[in-house]
């Protein structure tokens, strides 16, 4: 049985066919909603500033061997991040992606299976 032969046109045009779908399903909706309460939200985005801050410190201090100041700053950096994940918006926002990150591993693998034959 012979597959039918697509050019390179075809197919992007159905991928991005494709595309427009997933982000309007409610799993992708969810996360982008999500994602704006975040982007929106002064306290978190102060937080992971905070964080990111701390983070280059922590590698600053590794790499001089500061072992007890990297001690101090790592602690400081796992309080900041309790914090963070303690704030239902952050919460909302990590479930959101876990959906969506879920249900685009199923679509990448179907179409993976569906490529090699692997139906």
Do not use: C
């Not at 982008?32 to 990111?52: F, G, P, R, T, W």
């Not at 922590?58 to 900041?80: D, G, I, M, P, T």
């Amino acid at each position: 049985m012979t597959r039918p032969q697509y050019s390179n046109e075809e197919i992007m045009a159905k991928a991005k066919e494709l595309a427009s779908r997933m982000g309007s399903t409610n799993q992708i909706q969810f996360y982008k909603h999500a994602e704006a309460k975040i982007s929106a939200n002064q306290k978190v985005l102060q937080l992971i500033d905070q964080i990111k801050r701390y983070q280059k410190e922590s590698v600053n201090l590794q790499h001089f061997q500061k072992h007890e100041a990297y001690k101090r700053n790592e602690e400081k950096l796992h309080q900041l991040q309790e914090e963070l994940d303690a704030i239902p918006v952050v919460q909302e926002f990590k479930q959101s992606q876990g959906e969506a990150n879920d249900f685009l591993q199923q679509i990448t693998r179907l179409i993976s299976r569906r490529v090699t034959g692997d139906q």
